[in-house]
């Protein structure tokens, strides 16, 4: 299983009237913790566009527990808990400067070869990274 942590401050153009982040800003949330995530491997989203591979989202889940606030830093946790193939699923949980479990969701995505607009495993080097967290 591979975790990786990041953290994100709530800005005020990220929530509405009430102070609570805007429920759709979560999902950018996601994007950014998976991003660093990727990056943490020593690999970049915009390297693997590079090698011709694109990430699109297949299936989005949130679940609301209690509200990321104005100016708030939030814990994301991100975890991937099955070695990537054809797809690849991240769980996020975030966590509110008190330690409490706020939010939880996942986003899976799919490797596209950009080319030929198909499904594709990823890259080699991909691969490899993985091997770190989830064995040959």
Partial sequence: MFVFENQLRVRYAETDQMGYMY???YAAFYEVARTEMLRSTGISYKELEDMGVMLPVLELKCRYLKPARYDELITIRTKIRVKPSIRL???HEFFNEA???IHTGSAELVF???V???PCLPPAIF???MVAYFGE
Avoid: A
Wanted: aromatic share 12%; hydrophobic share 20%; no cysteine.
């Fill in 99 to 101: 330690g409490e479990l």
């Fill in 127 to 129: 691969q490899e990274k």
């Fill in 116 to 118: 030929k607009n198909k």
């Fill in 112 to 114: 596209v070869d950009i």
């Fill in 89 to 91: 699923k991240f769980e």
């Fill in 23 to 25: 429920y759709g800003n």
